[in-house]
């Protein structure tokens, strides 16, 4: 960087001394120097000045990425935190076969509820992660069954009811027959998820 600095210098200083004596002399003095210093001063750009151009525009690129780089850093190690954070209310992938079938039976028990029938799960991939779903039905009465949604949703690992519908049976006072689905969302890690399987 000096050194281009100090070329620089050097061409400047030496052209305005050129004009002061061609306003003075004209051409004539400048024609033999000229045979000779016009090579010279060419080598001297193909040499040293032309490399140390393209190393100077190398050196400003590489600092406007840092620059980049330094004013995204903290944006991007927030992200990082919260996507850590979402990741760990997932359930893990090594439990995808069993662990629907277990909240849902665990929390149907939990709430005194039968279940007449327990579907295969159901998987799509997408991206990083696997989504998984299991239908479900039972018999129950409208409190059990707030009861028992409420301790699904309020689950510290992530499970939602995507699908719900029921039917009031009238040969049964309170009672009503439900569908619905349960799903959740296991994170891949960049990894191959395992053959789709359920209990």
């Given amino acids: 960087m000096e050194q281009l600095f100090r070329l620089q210098a050097f061409f400047k200083n030496m052209a305005s001394d050129i004009v002061i004596i061609y306003s003075e002399k004209g051409i004539v003095p400048f024609k033999k120097p000229l045979l000779f210093a016009l090579p010279v001063l060419l080598g001297i750009y193909a040499v040293i000045y032309a490399p140390l151009r393209s190393k100077l525009a190398f050196r400003s690129g590489e600092l406007l990425k840092f ?87 309020n689950s510290p690992i992530f499970i939602k009811v995507t699908e719900l519908r029921f039917k009031k049976l009238d040969e049964r006072m309170g009672m009503i027959q439900v569908d619905l689905k349960l799903s959740t969302v296991f994170p891949r890690f960049g990894g191959p998820a395992a053959a789709p399987g359920g209990g």
């Avoid at 779903?133 to 409190?143: A, I, L, M």
């Fill in 67 to 153: 620059e980049v780089i330094s004013q995204n850093y903290q944006e991007y190690r927030d992200a990082k935190t919260n996507l850590s954070l979402y990741q760990a209310k997932l359930p893990l992938l090594k439990d995808k076969g069993e662990w629907l079938s277990y909240l849902i039976n665990a929390n149907a028990k939990k709430n005194g509820i039968d279940i007449d029938s327990l579907r295969a799960q159901e998987e799509v991939e997408s991206g990083g992660f696997l989504a998984a779903s299991r239908s479900v039905s039972v018999t129950t009465s409208y409190v059990k069954l707030g009861a028992w949604l409420a301790d699904i949703e």
